[in-house]
Structure formats: structure tokens, C-alpha cells
């Protein structure tokens, strides 16, 4: 099993910046890809961002590219979403997630999931 923590949520205006972090435990040696994922109240949980742990390879949702980036520690502990030029769109409760079989931008692709951190845009 992997347990996973998101922190770094919050309330900002338009414009901030966040930064989230993921902290994985447990059997992390199983996963290959971590991703984050988010839901607005309404909407269907939606891909943000994938990032490989062997590779460092990334793939984004085309709505983030050039504000977000995703990184990791090698240790396979911990991973960031950093958030510059936040949107009112980008609210919502963001989701980290790890999968043992695959690096990709599907919900079914990942097999855990952390409880999720909020994160409000004014404008």
C-alpha cells in the first residue's frame, strides 16, 4: 500500500502562486508515475499534470502548460505542483495520486489516492 498527503492548499487572488506537496509512504518502490488531479465543485475529476519517476518525463493539461510545473525528489517521496498565474478556473480540490503500472493522464491509470487539498482563486 501508499499513503499519500497533499498540503499547500489555500485561499489566493488571481494572479498568486501555490505550491503543492505530495507525501508518499509506504511500498513508494511499486509506483512508476505520480499525478495530480483536481475537481470543481459539479465537474468530473479532471488530469493536471503526470510526472514520471524513472524518466522525470511531465505531460500537463493543455490549461496549465507554462503556469504549473510538477516536480520530484528521487527518493520517491515527495512530489510538488508548483502554481504561478492562478486562475479563478484553477479552484478547486486537487488530488495526488500514484500508479504502479503506468505514467499517464487517466483517473484509471493510478491506483492510490491522497484526500485532497483546496485551493480558492478570487479574482
Known amino acids: 500500500q501508499v499513503q499519500l498527503v497533499e498540503s499547500g492548499g489555500g485561499l489566493v487572488q488571481a494572479g498568486d502562486s501555490l505550491r503543492l506537496s505530495c507525501a508518499a509512504s509506504?511500498?513508494?518502490?511499486?509506483?512508476?508515475?505520480m499525478g495530480w488531479f483536481r475537481q470543481a465543485p459539479g465537474k468530473e475529476r479532471e488530469f493536471v499534470a503526470a510526472?514520471?519517476?524513472?524518466?522525470?518525463?511531465?505531460a500537463y493539461i493543455d490549461s496549465v502548460k507554462g503556469r504549473f510545473t510538477i516536480t520530484r525528489d528521487n527518493a520517491k517521496t515527495t512530489v510538488y505542483l508548483q502554481m504561478n498565474s492562478l486562475k479563478p478556473e484553477d479552484t478547486a480540490t486537487y488530488y495526488c495520486?500514484?500508479?504502479?503500472?503506468?505514467?499517464?493522464?487517466?483517473?484509471?491509470?493510478?491506483?492510490?489516492w491522497g484526500q485532497g487539498t483546496q485551493v480558492t482563486v478570487s479574482s
Open positions: 509506504g511500498r513508494t518502490s511499486s509506483t512508476v508515475a
Open positions: 495520486a500514484a500508479s504502479r503500472r503506468t505514467y499517464g493522464t487517466n483517473w484509471y491509470d493510478y491506483d492510490y
Open positions: 510526472i514520471s519517476w524513472s524518466t522525470g518525463s511531465t
